[in-house]
């Protein structure tokens, strides 16, 4: 044997720009989008309004503006859209990575953008074909396909399912259960509504009842997965009905079909209820809820994704102790560069390549393609650096290695977890 410490000369320029070309070449999916089905009609949101109405930039908005809430939520959506357009991106800099993402998306698909270009990119919207929109979108964004949030419990959605609705198969689906676990009296005497024998204390045939819901949303949707947004302060087990409602029915059910569980922890629901939608704030979890499910229930699948920025590290060492939990994403507030950067790093350095390094959660459609171009150049950013570390010490690399790795990054990893 040769025996050699002499670190490679390999060139890190040209480690750069072929991790990057990979990066930007492989197609992902996007494992949790708020988006819809073109055949959920007017559901799916796109277009410049749409964007700028976005509830990171209204947040924006109000630190400078002094119009009244009631006033703005009182604007027919258009003017509310040049109101944040005033505001952010002409009376300053739209430097924020919500605005900057506005701007990429507008640049990616070829429109030039300055303080007064709102009334031609408008335009230009208006003058789009639908169906071929959403193409163009899941196009420049690389992805081959998006898993949607599905609700039974969102009345204009479950409109769209009873009409058993003719679906393109690029958009998949998620069963989202909030109520179910966090608002029972809501969720109760829906399902009660909808025939299902259910009583307000989960007595009696509950338990049976809302399995038989799950089932038959199961059939209905195919959904990957199970999912839910929980507050910072959520306990596991405790005497509530969130664990009763876990241990009686949902871990039972994905035990017996093998469907996933992804709790998503960290969101504080309302913290200015004024904000509507942007009022959500972010909260540090007591990760041992986490921990005692995921080592009470081996044979249970949990995907995870957690809001606060104090969470990260204690989540990735659950990672390396749990095969059954598959971390994924950079949610929301953790969805700017810097925290992509930081966190992507940490897990690959962690974790290897055992995690999926990014979900869009894109609410209009045009916003895949700056979610996903910010996500990946940083993606790729952090995959030179150890790539290049890997290569001193002399072990190889090619082509094909850094495709396979990234590959199973952007959605492959989590499809196998699933499967
Ligand atoms: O990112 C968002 O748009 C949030 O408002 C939430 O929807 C969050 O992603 C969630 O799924 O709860
Ligand atoms: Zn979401």
């Given at each position: 044997?040769?025996?050699?410490?002499?670190?490679l000369?390999t060139?890190r320029?040209k480690?750069?720009?072929?991790?990057?070309r990979?990066?930007q070449?492989?197609?992902?999916?996007?494992?949790?989008?708020?988006?819809?089905?073109p055949?959920f009609?007017?559901?799916?949101l796109s277009?410049?309004?749409e964007?700028?109405?976005?509830?990171y930039?209204?947040a924006?908005t109000?630190r400078?503006s002094?119009?009244?809430?009631?006033?703005?939520?009182?604007?027919?959506?258009a003017?509310?859209?040049?109101?944040?357009?005033?505001?952010?991106?002409q009376?300053?800099?739209?430097?924020?990575?919500?605005?900057?993402?506005?701007l990429?998306?507008?640049h990616?698909?070829?429109l030039?953008?300055?303080?007064k270009?709102?009334?031609s990119i408008?335009?230009?919207?208006?003058e789009q074909?639908?169906?071929?929109f959403?193409?163009?979108c899941?196009?420049?964004?690389n992805?081959?396909?998006?898993c949607?949030?599905?609700?039974p419990?969102?009345?204009?959605?479950?409109?769209?399912?009873?009409?058993s609705?003719?679906r393109?198969?690029r958009?998949?689906?998620?069963l989202?259960?909030?109520?179910?676990?966090?608002?029972?009296?809501?969720a109760?005497?829906?399902?009660?509504?909808?025939?299902?024998?259910?009583?307000?204390d989960?007595?009696?045939?509950s338990v049976?009842?809302v399995?038989?819901?799950l089932?038959?949303w199961?059939?209905?949707?195919?959904p990957?997965?199970?999912?839910?947004?929980?507050?910072?302060?959520?306990?596991?087990?405790?005497?509530?009905?969130?664990?009763r409602m876990l241990?009686?029915?949902?871990?039972?059910?994905?035990r017996a079909s093998?469907l996933?569980?992804?709790?998503?922890?960290?969101?504080?629901r309302?913290v200015?209820?004024?904000?509507?939608?942007?009022g959500?704030?972010?909260?540090?979890?007591?990760?041992?809820?986490l921990q005692?499910?995921?080592?009470?229930?081996?044979?249970?699948?949990?995907?995870s994704t957690?809001?606060?920025?104090?969470n990260?590290h204690?989540?990735?060492?659950?990672?390396?102790k749990?095969r059954?939990?598959?971390?994924?994403g950079?949610w929301?507030f953790?969805?700017?560069?810097?925290?992509i950067?930081?966190m992507?790093r940490?897990?690959?350095?962690?974790?290897?390549?055992s995690?999926?390094?990014q979900?869009?959660d894109?609410?209009?459609?045009?916003?895949?393609l700056?979610k996903?171009?910010?996500?990946?150049?940083v993606?790729?950013?952090?995959?030179?650096?150890k790539?290049?570390d890997?290569?001193?010490?002399?072990?190889?690399?090619s082509?094909?290695i850094?495709?396979?790795?990234v590959?199973?990054l952007?959605?492959a990893?989590?499809e196998g977890?699933c499967?």
């Amino acid at each position: 044997m040769i025996i050699s410490n002499q670190p490679l000369s390999t060139s890190r320029g040209k480690l750069y720009d072929q991790v990057h070309r990979i990066v930007q070449s492989t197609p992902a999916l996007d494992m949790h989008t708020h988006l819809y089905d073109p055949a959920f009609g007017d559901l799916l949101l796109s277009g410049i309004d749409e964007q700028l109405v976005y509830h990171y930039l209204v947040a924006e908005t109000f630190r400078s503006s002094t119009m009244g809430y009631e006033d703005f939520w009182k604007l027919p959506r258009a003017q509310q859209a040049d109101h944040v357009w005033s505001t952010l991106f002409q009376e300053r800099s739209p430097i924020s990575e919500a605005c900057r993402g506005v701007l990429t998306s507008l640049h990616l698909l070829g429109l030039e953008t300055g303080p007064k270009s709102l009334p031609s990119i408008r335009q230009w919207f208006k003058e789009q074909d639908r169906e071929s929109f959403v193409s163009r979108c899941l196009e420049i964004a690389n992805l081959r396909g998006v898993c949607m949030t599905n609700s039974p419990f969102d009345p204009e959605e479950k409109a769209v399912w009873d009409q058993s609705p003719s679906r393109d198969s690029r958009f998949q689906t998620g069963l989202r259960l909030d109520p179910l676990l966090l608002d029972w009296p809501v969720a109760g005497k829906t399902l009660a509504d909808w025939g299902y024998e259910v009583s307000e204390d989960m007595g009696g045939t509950s338990v049976v009842s809302v399995t038989r819901f799950l089932e038959d949303w199961r059939d209905r949707i195919h959904p990957l997965y199970l999912m839910v947004s929980l507050p910072p302060d959520f306990t596991y087990p405790a005497d509530d009905h969130t664990t009763r409602m876990l241990q009686q029915v949902i871990l039972p059910f994905c035990r017996a079909s093998g469907l996933p569980l992804a709790l998503m922890i960290g969101v504080r629901r309302s913290v200015n209820p004024f904000l509507q939608l942007a009022g959500d704030g972010v909260g540090r979890a007591d990760l041992s809820a986490l921990q005692c499910l995921c080592a009470e229930n081996q044979d249970v699948k949990f995907l995870s994704t957690l809001l606060s920025r104090e969470n990260q590290h204690e989540l990735c060492v659950l990672g390396r102790k749990f095969r059954n939990l598959h971390i994924f994403g950079c949610w929301w507030f953790t969805n700017v560069p810097s925290m992509i950067q930081e966190m992507t790093r940490m897990r690959l350095e962690l974790l290897g390549t055992s995690f999926t390094a990014q979900h869009s959660d894109a609410r209009v459609l045009d916003q895949v393609l700056y979610k996903w171009d910010h996500s990946r150049r940083v993606i790729a950013d952090v995959l030179t650096d150890k790539y290049f570390d890997m290569q001193q010490t002399g072990w190889p690399l090619s082509e094909e290695i850094i495709r396979a790795d990234v590959t199973h990054l952007l959605g492959a990893g989590f499809e196998g977890f699933c499967s």
